[in-house]
């Protein structure tokens, strides 16, 4: 394990996992931050605004529904970020949700890169902060999640220990 550096220690392994819970943190502070504006979040800058845009168009909900749906994804990155900073674990289920919740602004930057927002945002400065937010809030973590997740040893399961 020492000489080759490719093979990461436990401890390191620790630290960079513990990086990612602390990051996630930081973005729940900005989630329920911009759920707390008085008059409601500002569309533009709810780093999960796929979300409603895909229940208002392809479903038939309005704002009693899309509300608890933006909480709900703000408390489980709460649970996400605590269990990956205090116990290191659940790397993989966090990718897997991550990927999920982002896949909806993910379309939403398509709809306004394709369709110019339509009845949206149709500002290309609106493009560009959604694209900003969707790196920052979704790929970035969700980067650093599978990087980490390549790094970890191989466990078999036929081995004991």
Known sequence: M???PSVQTPTASCKS??????????????????????GGP???LDPRAGIPVLLINHFPFDNKVIYPVEW???????????????RGKFLKTYLISELVLAAPTAYYIGVLAIQHGGHFAPAFKDLLL?????????????????R???RLPVRSVGTAG
């Not at 709900?72 to 205090?86: E, G, Q, R, V």
């Not at 959604?130 to 599978?146: E, N, W, Y």
């Open 17 to 38: 996992t513990r990086w990612i819970g602390a990051y996630l943190f930081g973005l729940c502070l900005y989630q329920i931050g911009i759920y707390f504006w008085p």
């Open 72 to 86: 709900i994804t703000a408390a489980w990155l709460i649970l996400m970020a605590a269990m990956i900073f205090f």
């Open 130 to 146: 959604t694209i900003f937010l969707f790196a920052v809030f979704s790929a970035a973590p969700a980067g650093l999640a599978a």
């Open 2 to 4: 020492g000489d080759n």
């Open 42 to 44: 500002p569309f533009i």
């Open 148 to 150: 980490e997740i390549a």
